[in-house]
């Protein structure tokens, strides 16, 4: 009784079975990881890059809002530059007077993939404008 399905099965023209046979679907496995593996590794990228604009702008903001404020003193103007970082998702690394400027170094943590915390960090200057 000849086969007629199966791996050891003969073909309708009479040939034996290809040893080849399959080897589209591994090159399309292998195609679809690379297009996995690039994907995975965009969307760290995007994700660092987003967490870098996050801090950039938190730490703008919250220098504008402790410019507002240096005549009352480091700690008022601080709080106020902490409480607009916050608001923003952002930590307050450093804040301080320089001046009647206000410079403010902001953190945001993000994850670009699972198990892998990093920190994005800016530093920003704002006060009078001088002519």
Known sequence: MRQTH?????RFDG???DAQRGG?????????LVFVLVGT???AVAAAQIAGQRAA???DLGALAGAARPLDGEATA???AADIVGRNAGRTASCRLDGLDVLVTVQVTFTP???LTRIATSTARAGPVRG
């Open 113 to 115: 993939l699972p198990g």
């Open 6 to 10: 199966g791996p050891n099965a003969e």
């Open 57 to 59: 702008v938190a730490a």
């Open 78 to 80: 601080c709080a106020s």
């Open 15 to 17: 040939d034996p079975p």
């Open 41 to 43: 590794f965009g969307a």
């Open 24 to 32: 589209a679907t591994v090159l399309l496995l292998a195609t679809g």
